[in-house]
């Protein structure tokens, strides 16, 4: 008798909600989670990250240009960055923990560690095989890298070093005007960085619609971000 119905590799979106479904259809479900908090690229140094980032620039934003003209009068706020990213760490415990609690209510057995798959109805994870009946690959993704830039988490960084950056930069150059450059950019821009932007396509959010793209790319030079399109970065 095999020791699970179901095996999910991945925590993400789609893993977890596969694996929580499938327990509330009655099956045996374990959930199989390289990094130790549950919930993927997505919640840990994704979406949920990224949007409270831009959730706290954006208030920032409007209180110093804003607030006036709806007749609220404040003293000019002053950025606490380390109080922003704590925020923000904050609200992805909220989500990481949100998912475990319901892992536990739909017992769904929780391994931290990473799988290789020996058969279909066997996984290896640290050092332990497991057995089951059905497998459901939901892996997710890492920032992708360039041939010839190394990233060394000080000056240099990809999208997850972005995020926990121990100041705010006087000068941010983004290569890549995909959603996550320019959630970044907008955010960095918002709180006094001066952003650039470098995209290798004539179009930012290349896989947008064109109309969106470009109505996109005026509200963001509107806001103060600089753009180079139709280039390639080659060195650093």
């Known amino acids: 008798m095999a020791d ?4 999910v590799i991945g ?6 909600v596969c694996a929580i479904k499938a327990a509330q259809l009655g099956l045996k479900v374990a959930c199989i989670e390289g990094e130790k908090s549950l919930g993927g690229t997505c919640l840990n140094v994704g979406c949920i990250p990224s949007k409270a980032l831009l959730h706290a620039s954006e208030a920032y934003h409007d209180s110093i240009e804003n607030f006036s003209k ?7 706020p002053e950025i606490n960055w380390q109080q922003m990213l ?10 990481t923990q949100g998912i475990e609690y319901l892992f536990k ?6 391994i931290v560690g990473w799988a290789k798959i020996e058969s279909d109805t066997s996984i290896l994870v640290n050092n332990n095989k ?3 009946v059905n497998i459901v690959i939901a892996t997710g993704s890492k920032p992708a890298s360039f041939q010839g830039i ?4 000080k000056t240099i960084v990809d999208s997850t070093g972005a995020l926990d950056l121990k100041k705010i930069p006087k000068n941010l ?3 890549g005007g995909g959603v996550i450059g320019l959630e970044m950019g907008s955010v960095f821009n918002r709180i006094g960085t001066n952003v650039t932007v470098i995209e290798y396509f004539d179009q930012i959010a290349a896989g947008m619609d064109k109309e969106i793209s470009k109505t996109f790319l005026r509200i963001l030079k509107k806001q103060g971000i600089n753009f180079i399109l139709n280039s390639a970065v080659t060195d650093i």
Not at 70 to 76: C, D, E, H, Q, V
């Open 105 to 110: 209510k739909n017992k769904i057995t929780h």
């Open 130 to 132: 497991i057995s089951t």
């Open 4 to 7: 699970f119905d179901l095996v």
């Open 86 to 95: 704590e925020y923000k760490n904050s609200m992805v415990a909220q989500n």
């Open 173 to 175: 150059v983004i290569i």
């Open 150 to 153: 190394k990233t060394d988490g």
């Open 11 to 16: 925590s993400g979106p789609g893993g977890y």
């Open 70 to 76: 709806m007749g609220i009068k404040i003293n000019r």
